[in-house]
């Protein structure tokens, strides 16, 4: 019980943290990334999300990746009220239905969508396999996400992608640390690992903050969606966690999808509607 209260407080902590972040990286989403590290303030956004992805780190220690995962929905609760407040206006009702549906549709998938057991760690084989895999799905979809006209929730995807394995990364190093000893850093497939996070880090950072250049609510609802569903997946095929389900609880949580992919339409929705005089937030200056 302990270690459930103290990952729970955790998760609270992390996405108090990150929502800050994204609402940082919203008000500067029209520069370019070359413009961008010019810009002392977004600076500040990547402290706090590194304060962040270390704090989830170390959440790690203390409960299974598909627990602590689909508590980053709570970053959409905070994210939404705290951009309207940083607009001088108040929650439209749009965002509101979005982000409820959406928040609702996630708390179900987590309550349904279980898995138990202690996680184990990637193999080398698995490793390599997972890298492969994500470095080819997340390029493919963050091209198609920079093409002109298209949507940016596609690099919502790829940042949530991305995200999810530099967790599953992240709990592989934790594990080999608390089996072998700090002398396990020294060794090179552990050394890939980091490396691999790192990268993957970076990739899922500068996704995420392209795909905010039209609004914060729905890819920051994209990109929770993503990541929880992601990190499951990849604790069942790799990390040896059992799904806890039936057939009927499986129906279940489609509708919740279903609830949570309607969540994100209204965000999307609630940007184009929201006027453009408090929809968008002056540029940083720095």
């Not at 407040?85 to 969508?113: D, N």
């Not at 920051?220 to 993503?226: G, K, P």
């Not at 990849?234 to 949580?253: K, Q, R, S």
Request: with cysteine; hydrophobic share 55%; charged share 10%.
């Amino acid at each position: 019980m302990n270690d459930l209260f103290i990952t729970i407080a955790l998760c609270v902590v992390v996405a108090v943290v990150y929502a800050s972040a994204a609402l940082i990286q919203a008000r500067v989403a029209h520069l370019s990334v070359r413009e961008l590290l010019k810009v002392p303030v977004w600076w500040l956004a990547q402290l706090l999300n590194v304060a962040g992805a270390g704090l989830h780190v170390l959440s790690l220690n203390f409960g299974p990746l598909s627990l602590i995962q689909p508590l980053g929905v709570l970053t959409l609760v905070i994210a939404v009220p705290l951009t309207a407040a940083a607009g001088h206006r108040r929650v439209t009702r749009l965002e509101a239905v979005g982000m409820g549906a959406t928040v609702v549709g996630l708390a179900g998938l987590t309550m349904l969508i279980t898995t138990g057991g202690r996680s184990d760690t990637l193999t080398n084989a698995e490793l390599s396999g997972l890298l492969l895999a994500t470095t080819v799905l997340v390029a493919l979809l963050g091209i198609k996400g920079s093409r002109p006209g298209a949507s940016p929730l596609w690099e919502a995807v790829a940042g949530g992608i991305a995200f999810a394995v530099c967790s599953a990364l992240c709990q592989t190093v934790v594990r080999n640390l608390e089996s072998g000893g700090p002398g396990v850093l020294l060794r090179l497939g552990t050394l890939l690992t980091v490396v691999a996070i790192v990268a993957f880090a970076i990739a899922a950072t500068v996704l995420t903050q392209q795909s905010y250049r039209a609004g914060l609510g729905a890819p920051l609802a994209v990109t929770n969606l993503v990541n929880p569903a992601s990190a499951t997946a990849i604790g069942v095929v790799f990390l040896g966690e059992e799904l806890a389900t039936n057939g009927l609880l499986v129906v279940l949580a489609v509708a919740c999808a279903a609830l949570a992919a309607f969540g994100v339409t209204r965000l999307a929705r609630a940007r184009d509607v929201v006027p453009a005089a408090v929809a968008e937030t002056s540029p940083a200056t720095g």
